[in-house]
């Protein structure tokens, strides 16, 4: 028997968990330290990692992954969904902590839907992003970890932004996040084009995301790739990282090459005009292509 049962108790908080964040000096350390040199003492230093990216093209904003999850050297879930819907038009991806990250976007998803109520329409992409980071902007030295890549489609088109945890926002075409976007930076910058048709854009962003997992440790797993068109965002397709990586080495692998005797066959007719040189010439003459020393020359 519960309880409250009992002896008629009752919890002293009757006013059950709070939707809303604590402020930004309320949580909860010692009496006399500083929050942030607190959580940079005794706070927890595991080293965590990952590959995401995403790309603005004609056809819309392509969004890619891995599905690693990893706690210092431990792999915590090698198949998580790294890129977060928000609403119909609007995703985003995730990199930092991944605790940080998924509630921050049940923050922004709630406060999207919102402003939907009282305007009558969505918010813009731009509009999305600088929400984003005006509300994470307020916990900056908290240790807080979120780096995310926000894909959309407006009335504006196709949009893309990036938004740190410490309130940094930048709008541009590519951006990759993670500890694997080094490699994903070099495959990009050489194929990406603006005019792409789409399934170029698929090939790219694989091709990206695969050579970041087999180059990164902390990346790996599967590649997932979405694609947000005018209509809303789509699940393209999840992947195998070690499998595609392995396809895209054989396609670039060289085709082997025929014997060169079988290939061009040396003609007879060489060995013949090169033993009638042989006998035209005496024994004292030379040749302008012959490098043999003359017989009368020759020391002993």
Do not use: N
């Not at 210092?72 to 977060?84: D, F, H, L, R």
């Not at 049940?106 to 992003?129: H, K, N, T």
């Not at 495959?187 to 698929?202: F, K």
């Amino acid at each position: 028997m519960a309880l409250q049962d009992v002896c008629k108790w009752q919890s002293p908080d009757t006013q059950g968990p709070s939707p809303h964040l604590p402020r930004a000096g309320g949580w909860a350390v010692p009496r006399g330290c500083d929050p942030q040199t607190f959580l940079q003492i005794h706070g927890p230093r595991l080293a965590h990692g990952t590959t995401t990216l995403a790309f603005r093209f004609r056809h819309g904003v392509i969004a890619a992954a891995d599905t690693r999850s990893s706690c210092g050297s431990y792999v915590a879930c090698p198949a998580s969904c790294k890129v977060i819907p928000v609403h119909q038009h609007l995703l985003g991806t995730t990199s930092g902590t991944s605790a940080d990250c998924a509630t921050w976007y049940r923050v922004l998803q709630r406060e999207l839907r919102l402003r939907e109520l009282r305007e009558g329409q969505l918010p813009s992409v731009a509009s999305a992003a600088k929400l984003l980071s005006a509300m994470m902007s307020r916990y900056r030295g908290l240790d807080l970890c979120v780096a995310t890549a926000l894909c959309g489609w407006d009335r504006s088109g196709p949009m893309l932004f990036y938004v740190y945890s410490d309130g940094t926002r930048l709008q541009g075409d590519i951006f990759s996040v993670g500890s694997g976007s080094p490699y994903a930076y070099g495959v990009l910058d050489r194929g990406y084009r603006y005019d792409m048709s789409t399934q170029e854009a698929y090939a790219l962003a694989r091709c990206a995301v695969a050579h970041a997992t087999h180059r990164d440790a902390y990346s790996g797993g599967s590649v997932d790739l979405f694609h947000v068109r005018e209509s809303g965002w789509e699940h393209v397709s999840r992947s195998d990282a070690c499998v595609l990586y392995m396809e895209l080495q054989k396609l670039l692998e060289p085709e082997p090459e025929e014997d060169a005797s079988h290939a061009h066959p040396e003609p007879a007719t060489t060995h013949r005009a090169a033993e009638d040189r042989e006998l035209s010439v005496g024994p004292g003459e030379m040749t302008p292509g012959d490098s043999r020393m003359p017989a009368g020359t020759e020391t002993v």
